[in-house]
């Protein structure tokens, strides 16, 4: 048992890169809008079906998807919030949590309604492994998604943190009055925001399908893992997510090895319910980009 | 009827209230004044239960309201306004001052007539029905102070009521106060900027300073107090 | 201003006499519709509407009128179906006293929890996922503790036993399960009435708009949301008493799947909260469009309905956050969302 635990750390390290990466949107739309987005799980659903279509009736592979996945998410964000969400910005929070979980309904359903069964991707290097270390070796799939989600989250950080649009982001999250009195747009902010979100979702979802099994209720387990860690890392703390995704991909995978199955689910949801009770803020001190913490 | 005693309450290093020490005596009009930042509010906050004292203690007729919580000290007789008014916004006029006479009853009808009652002295008498969302400033200000009212308790603690009031509404306000005190016999306890008004309403007037009392009299021997003046205005007015 | 006059004379928010007696007539006719008609589907529509009613109702008690959302109802439901279910079939008890067993234990739940997290101060979406949470744990626990709950094969209730237990009803004959339901609808319903009109309902109106007030005009804000939160799991906990002997057989994700918690929700918020009969008309359409769709559509393809109940709720959110119960009501429900133009 005990010395399948290096590959363990290591595979729920690499696969906690794609949870965080799901986290980072939101956690980013959390942090900028209070929305608790509900359809995010569904999102990465999406993102996956693209990559798989994509990969069986093109051929084309599910790490290059991330561009379309990327790009369709981003689109179905961005309506989302242009024509539903803005609306009611100004209801009271659970409101919008409901119009996303309307919006998860949707999606979900959709895919219940045209794909009922679950599909798998697999492909050409699918077995290659790389060792990590002498002892240690890594499915070529699980590093790709790694590098992937990293490279994205760390591109989100740049894009926050130097350019215009990105500023304007960060703004709207600190104080979001300070923002409309200095001339940004707040609606388009918001829309930016979910859109971007979104689309981490969506690459999300492309960059797993080679691991996960590619079914219409694929989005349940994302969208409480993500939830999860956004509690672990801090509600608006990016960083604090990326880095929690991996710690919770880890505790998973070497949680596995000891606890059969869905029971690992238990420690989950007790450690949530913990941290939400006890340390709601998060476990990290570092702030992220913003430190207006919205409860 | 009220005393506090040598109340404190620090805030990391920052000592909002500093073993302030007062009476207040039934059926008087006590008002309390202070610069900006001085610890009125939190002295509020802590004799109605909102913040627990470091050290002291504040007794209501002879018991100790440390470790009781507000509902329980509105039980004591004790009641106030924010200073930032918390109206029930969706609810109507008629219901926000139900919800405070049922302090005194269980009995829906009876909570109806005592709150039409209390809404009879009021303005807003003729927007029972209206939502506590679609009254202006003022009128919020007056509301709170209806549902606090209806709860009928001895002891009535202001804040700031008068904040964002035009002039002529500052005059109704303190002939509205002026005649509380003489029909109903609450006792008023006073937190107020709008010096003219704190003037004519108190009997007696408590000025704070960096969370310390440094006076305390009648309004009129408070007005000439060289360190009052030297707290608002700074040394330099103080005549030579 | 359509609730100025009139309503003057009236004490708060008591109907008028027509409506009593519409809703009397109404109750007439629904009581003599097993008498006229032996088509058992029919009769299956109807309590699924009541049903869904009666746990949109219930948790509207305790979600609605405290504004703490709970989107972890299903582990009071489901706590209530396995606690008689096992009783029965353990010990032989009667599911009239396991149903009230199994509410209590929900009910001691629904304490514990909000006692929990009130102290430490969760609110809002914390709240909410918090019980989503502990729904979710009840559910694995139910699925991984085999020897008490078989597991994911779930528990089943042998015609037999029910016969004897609930006085030879057989599951045949809708009928007597159409009357249960109605009468539990009706009589969750005038709780939730009672609680409305008296200082319990005004109360927890008080501290949903602003604790603070509430607290200091007298409100024990922490032992109110308890009891609203008690009162209303014990409600849904019977309800899962129901679903238990209506099916015969359940499974975990059956009775404390997420999929059961937003169904309690959808119909308050499509019909509305603040009404009366709100959840009941919610509970009506979502019903429609689910049979509705299960008509139109081949057996094959599952999930329409869901997607028509997302269109819906984004719908209702954004136009009619009222709900639909708004349409038809003249009188200002208390508690609108926008004022009316002074």
């Known amino acids: ?295 | ?240 | 201003m359509g609730s100025g006059k009139g309503a003057e004379q009236r004490p708060t928010g008591r109907p008028a006499t027509s409506a009593y007696v519409a809703g009397g007539a109404v109750l007439l006719i629904l009581l003599a519709v097993p008498m006229l008609t032996t088509n058992y589907y029919i009769l299956h529509i109807a309590v699924q509407m009541f049903f869904f009613g009666y746990l949109g109702q219930s948790w509207n008690i305790m979600c609605g009128y405290t504004g703490q959302l709970s989107f972890g109802h299903a582990a009071f439901f489901g706590l209530g179906a396995y606690t008689s279910t096992l009783l029965l079939l353990q010990l032989g008890l009667t599911p009239w006293v396991g149903m009230l067993i199994g509410g209590v234990l929900a009910a001691l739940l629904g304490l514990g929890i909000g006692a929990v997290s009130f102290k430490y101060g969760a609110r809002g979406v914390f709240f909410a996922f918090i019980t989503m949470a502990i729904g979710e744990i009840l559910r694995l626990l139910a699925l991984y503790w085999d020897g008490l709950t078989n597991g994911a094969e779930g528990l089943l209730i042998p015609l037999a036993e029910q016969n004897l237990a609930m006085l030879s009803i057989t599951r045949e004959n809708r009928f007597s399960y159409y009357y249960i339901m109605l009468g539990m609808l009706v009589g969750c319903t005038l709780i939730a009435y009672k609680i409305k009109r008296t200082r319990f309902g005004y109360y927890l109106l008080a501290l949903r708009e602003n604790e603070d007030a509430a607290e200091m005009i007298g409100v024990d804000v922490f032992r109110y949301k308890l009891s609203a939160g008690a009162v209303s799991a014990f409600l849904t906990a019977l309800a899962g008493t129901f679903y238990a002997h209506y099916y015969r057989h359940f499974e975990p994700q059956d009775v404390f799947g997420i999929p059961v918690s937003f169904n309690m929700i959808f119909p308050v918020i499509i019909g509305g909260g603040d009404y009366m009969l709100g959840p009941i008309l919610g509970s009506i359409i979502l019903t429609f469009f689910e049979e509705g769709s299960r008509a139109i559509m081949p057996q094959t393809m599952h999930g329409f309905h869901r997607i028509l109940y997302g269109v819906i709720i984004v719908l209702v959110i954004i136009y009619l956050p009222n709900g639909l119960m708004e349409l038809f009501s003249r009188r200002t429900a208390r508690g609108r969302r926008k004022a009316p133009r002074a």
């Open chain 1, 1 to 295: 048992m005990l010395d399948l635990f290096p590959l363990a750390i290591v595979n729920g390290f690499l696969v906690g890169g794609v949870y965080g990466l799901t986290a980072v949107g939101l956690t980013l739309i959390f942090g900028v809008m209070g929305v608790a987005n509900f359809a995010q799980g569904s999102f990465v659903m999406v993102g996956m079906y693209l990559a798989y279509w994509l990969f069986v009736l093109l051929g084309v592979d599910p790490y290059l998807s991330v561009v379309p996945a990327f790009f369709f998410l981003y689109l179905i964000g961005w309506f989302a919030q242009k024509y539903l969400l803005n609306k009611i910005m100004d209801a009271p929070h659970y409101d919008q949590f409901l119009c996303t979980v309307g919006i998860m309904l949707i999606l979900q359903n959709l895919a219940v309604f045209l794909w009922p069964d679950y599909r798998q991707i697999k492909v050409s290097y699918q077995s290659l492994g790389l060792p990590i270390t002498p002892t240690i070796r890594a499915e070529v799939v699980r590093i790709l998604a790694f590098v992937v989600a990293v490279g994205m989250a760390v591109g989100l950080h740049f894009f926050l943190k130097l350019t215009r649009l990105g500023k304007a982001i960060r703004a709207t999250s600190q104080n979001k009055d300070g923002a409309i009195v200095v001339g940004v747009d707040i609606q388009k902010v918001y829309v930016l925001t979910f859109a971007i979100g979104s689309a981490c979702a969506g690459v999300a979802g492309a960059i797993i399908s080679p691991l996960f099994p590619v079914s219409n209720d694929i989005g349940d387990l994302f969208i409480v893992t993500a939830f999860v860690i956004v509690c672990l890392g801090g509600m608006g703390n990016a960083m604090g997510a990326l880095v929690g995704g991996m710690i919770i991909g880890m505790a998973e995978s070497v949680g596995t090895l000891f606890i059969p199955g869905g029971q690992k689910q238990l420690i989950t949801f007790t450690i949530l319910i913990v941290i939400l009770l006890f340390r709601p803020q998060g476990l990290f001190r570092f702030g992220g980009y913003w430190q207006a913490q919205r409860f």
């Open chain 2, 1 to 240: 009827m009220l005393s506090v005693e040598n109340l404190s309450k620090r805030f990391g290093g920052l000592a909002a209230v500093s073993r302030l020490s007062l009476t207040i005596e039934a059926g008087q009009a006590v008002g309390l004044i202070g610069p900006n930042g001085a610890g009125k509010t939190t002295v509020f906050n802590l004799i109605t239960g909102f913040l627990a004292p470091d050290e002291g203690d504040v007794r209501f007729n002879g018991r100790s309201l440390l470790g009781l919580k507000p509902h329980a000290i509105c039980g004591q007789g004790i009641s106030r306004t924010f200073q930032l008014v918390k109206p029930f916004l969706k609810l109507t006029i008629l219901e926000n001052v139900m919800i405070g006479a049922f302090h005194g009853t269980r009995d829906t009808a009876r909570a109806e007539k005592v709150a039409r009652e209390v809404i009879g002295l009021f303005e807003f008498r003729d927007k029972l029905h209206y939502p506590a969302a679609s009254l202006t400033l003022p009128e919020r200000k007056q509301l709170e102070i209806a549902r606090t009212l209806a709860t009928r308790p001895k002891l009535l603690l202001l804040d700031e009521s008068m904040a964002g009031l035009n002039s002529t509404e500052v005059d109704q306000m303190i002939e509205f106060l002026r005649r509380l005190k003489q029909e109903s016999g609450v006792t008023l306890f006073i937190i107020e900027h709008v010096m003219r008004a704190i003037m004519s309403v108190s009997d007696r007037i408590i000025v704070i300073h960096h969370g310390e009392k440094i006076a305390e009299g009648r309004p009129q021997e408070i007005v000439k107090n060289a360190e009052v003046i030297a707290a608002y205005l700074g040394q330099g007015y103080l005549a030579s």
